[in-house]
């Protein structure tokens, strides 16, 4: 097994990582082609297809089996792996290819539930844009799986709410029945490695724990694990919201995660943000 994983940046990182440790073969691209420090020993190629193309080295793709996409659409909504490598990918007889989308696909669903059957209805372009991203690879004759990702939390500066306390970057906002889903990097890991393991080809995945919940919960215990008392919330209104933010409170849904059980036997190591924030504090020292 070779693993290509394009645009390796978070989640990449955190799997190229759990892959090396087991001795599996690794190559990894972004934008410089210069590794992050964790991986300072793993093959990294420059490839980006946005206002400055730069096309893939012939050699990032020699012997590899699996692909990994996690590369977001760029400003006009394309995909840079679409444009610039889908014929190349389909002579290379894969294995399994990878996508990572996102669960806002679905749309608002007013706190409803959602599963793989579920019916798209994106309702913001970044979500369109991702709606057709996905269709391109399923239409295509790669072994494509698309693995649907809410939040995604984690170790790491800002990567969670206990450091962006720390740094003094959170609002606590009250909006009763709002539910948001979110998902802890080391399960997106463990379900990656699952189905790279078994490949299941034209198969959709929702990934997120089992405990959608609304902003305002988690963020208290964030402050309980640090010790320190919380400011007071305030209504969504009086928030002050990036145009990005504002846009993930418009939209509220319950992700249900059965299918990666089911099919793959992923049994999460945070089930809830509680689990997650408890492990975050305690590696920091709380």
């Known amino acids: 097994?070779?693993?290509?994983?394009?645009?390796?940046?978070?989640?990449?990182?955190?799997?190229?990582?759990?892959?090396?440790?087991?001795?599996?073969?690794?190559?990894?691209?972004?934008?410089?082609?210069?590794?992050?420090?964790?991986?300072?020993?793993?093959?990294?190629?420059?490839f980006a297809w946005e206002q400055q193309q730069i096309p893939l080295e012939p050699k990032a793709?020699?012997?590899?089996?699996?692909?990994?996409?996690?590369?977001?659409?760029d400003r006009q909504g394309e995909d840079a792996v679409a444009l610039a490598l889908l014929a190349q990918l389909e002579n290379l007889n894969l294995h399994w290819f990878g996508y990572l989308s996102t669960t806002g696909v679905y749309?608002?669903?007013?706190?409803?539930?959602?599963d793989e059957t579920t019916p798209v209805n994106p309702q913001n372009l970044r979500s369109q844009h991702r709606v057709r991203i996905e269709q391109t690879f399923l239409n295509s004759s790669l072994p494509t799986h698309i693995f649907r990702l809410p939040g995604i939390y984690?170790?790491?500066?800002?990567?969670?709410?206990i450091t962006r306390i720390l740094r003094g970057d959170v609002q606590l906002i009250d909006k009763p029945g709002h539910y948001f889903c979110r998902i802890h990097v080391?399960?997106?890991?463990?379900?990656?490695e699952r189905s790279l393991a078994?490949?299941?080809?034209?198969?959709?995945?929702?990934?997120?724990?089992?405990?959608?919940?609304?902003?305002?919960?988690?963020?208290?215990?964030?402050?309980?694990?640090?010790?320190?008392?919380?400011p007071p919330a305030i209504p969504l209104e009086a928030a002050n919201l990036s145009p990005m933010a504002q846009s993930f409170w418009r939209e509220s849904r319950r992700v249900r995660n059965d299918k990666?059980?089911?099919?793959?036997?992923?049994?999460?190591?945070?089930?809830?943000?509680?689990?997650?924030?408890l492990a975050i504090a305690r590696e920091l020292g709380f």
Not at 8 to 27: E, F, H, K, N, P
Request: glycine share 12%; hydrophobic share 35%.
């Open 1 to 46: 097994m070779r693993v290509l994983i394009l645009g390796c940046g978070y989640t990449g990182t955190w799997l190229a990582r759990s892959l090396q440790a087991q001795g599996i073969d690794v190559v990894i691209t972004n934008r410089r082609g210069e590794p992050p420090p964790e991986l300072s020993t793993v093959p990294c190629f420059p």
């Open 61 to 73: 793709l020699e012997g590899v089996t699996h692909v990994l996409n996690s590369i977001p659409p």
């Open 107 to 114: 749309g608002d669903r007013q706190g409803g539930w959602v």
């Open 154 to 161: 984690g170790p790491g500066e800002g990567r969670n709410p």
């Open 186 to 192: 080391a399960d997106i890991v463990q379900t990656l």
């Open 198 to 230: 078994q490949p299941t080809p034209q198969e959709i995945y929702n990934l997120s724990d089992d405990q959608p919940s609304e902003s305002l919960p988690v963020l208290l215990e964030a402050y309980r694990l640090l010790g320190r008392p919380a």
């Open 260 to 277: 990666i059980k089911q099919v793959l036997g992923v049994k999460l190591r945070y089930p809830s943000y509680r689990e997650g924030l």
